[in-house]
């Protein structure tokens, strides 16, 4: 499918109106079955390191098998290092018809992540919280909250099952909530949400929106639309594909994605982006953070 300018149009007012939007077969077809099998190859790819790896932006997060049973691969980010499959795909003719109506012609992405929830994984829930709290160089924004859209592409069906996601429409009203930044220091991935949680930052868990997805529909939200999902409780895995893109304009941080609408590879070297020590330590390397302990 080519994304027409009306479905474009009113996914965009639709995200305005209530935090979140989805468009159902943003790709579809053969497109599904590659984004399938190169998301796979990252698995695999992911599968090589024995913990949490880092080169540049490139990373792989790993639940060890020393500590799991079994070896897990959790996360990917910035894909574009090693896949030409997800380097054309954040910045496809699709994605620029989906967000230009939101952030204009020049646009920066500052996250690409693979999410995987493997059976079995156990650490794969996300309590809810707002994405704000992971922009921590907030100097290097203007109007951060107005100028950022998050993407959700599923690859694998997403479902109440399996871990979809779960957003509360209306919540980007409200401002900064500070859910769970006190609990278990602060993890997002570790324990579950409370709804007495939800409700006393004034939020109806009545109110949750499950957006399943079949592969290939893309779900929108913004930095301020509270999210989460549950732990894999299925046989099958839930991968999903999330980018957060910028008007340009108004941020220091991110690879450019499209240039006055036209789409810009990725340099030579990585740019800064949510990867506060991109420049401490560029070589690639192993990090022993045991934060799900
Ligand atoms: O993968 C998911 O279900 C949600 C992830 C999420 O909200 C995040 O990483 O900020
Ligand atoms: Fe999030």
């Known amino acids: 499918m080519t994304l027409s300018r009306s479905a474009a149009r009113q996914a965009a007012e639709q995200y305005r109106e209530d935090g979140y939007a989805v468009v159902r077969q943003f790709i579809d077809g053969d497109e599904v079955l590659r984004l399938r099998a190169e998301t796979d190859r990252m698995y695999r790819e992911g599968l090589r390191h024995h913990a949490t790896w880092r080169h540049g932006n490139l990373a792989f997060e790993i639940l060890p098998e020393a500590d799991f049973g079994q070896r897990y691969v959790i996360q990917a980010y910035w894909m574009s290092w090693i896949s030409a499959y997800f380097e054309k795909l954040r910045r496809s003719e699709d994605f620029f018809s989906l967000l230009d109506p939101i952030l204009g012609p020049d646009i920066k992405q500052v996250a690409q992540q693979i999410h995987w929830k493997p059976p079995g994984a156990g650490l794969t829930g996300y309590r809810f919280h707002q994405d704000l709290r992971f922009r921590v160089a907030r100097d290097a924004y203007c109007d951060i909250t107005g100028s950022t859209v998050?993407?959700?592409?599923?690859?694998?069906?997403?479902?109440?099952?399996?871990?979809?996601?779960?957003?509360?429409?209306?919540?980007?009203?409200?401002?900064y909530l500070g859910l769970s930044d006190d609990s278990d220091g602060g993890q997002i991935m570790k324990g579950l949400t409370e709804a007495d949680e939800l409700r006393a930052a004034g939020l109806d868990p009545g109110k949750i929106v499950w957006l399943e997805q079949e592969p290939g529909d893309i779900a929108l939200w913004g930095l301020l639309t509270v999210h989460g999902s549950l732990p894999n409780k299925s046989q099958q895995d839930r991968a999903f594909a999330i980018s957060s893109y910028v008007r340009a304009a108004n941020s220091d941080r991110g690879e450019w994605a499209f240039r006055n609408g036209v789409s810009t590879p990725l340099g030579a070297k990585p740019q800064l982006c949510k990867y506060e020590a991109l420049h401490d330590r560029p070589e690639p390397h192993y990090v022993a953070d045991k934060w799900y302990a």
């Open 150 to 175: 998050n993407t959700g592409l599923a690859i694998d069906p997403s479902t109440r099952d399996n871990g979809c996601l779960q957003v509360i429409p209306g919540s980007h009203r409200l401002g």
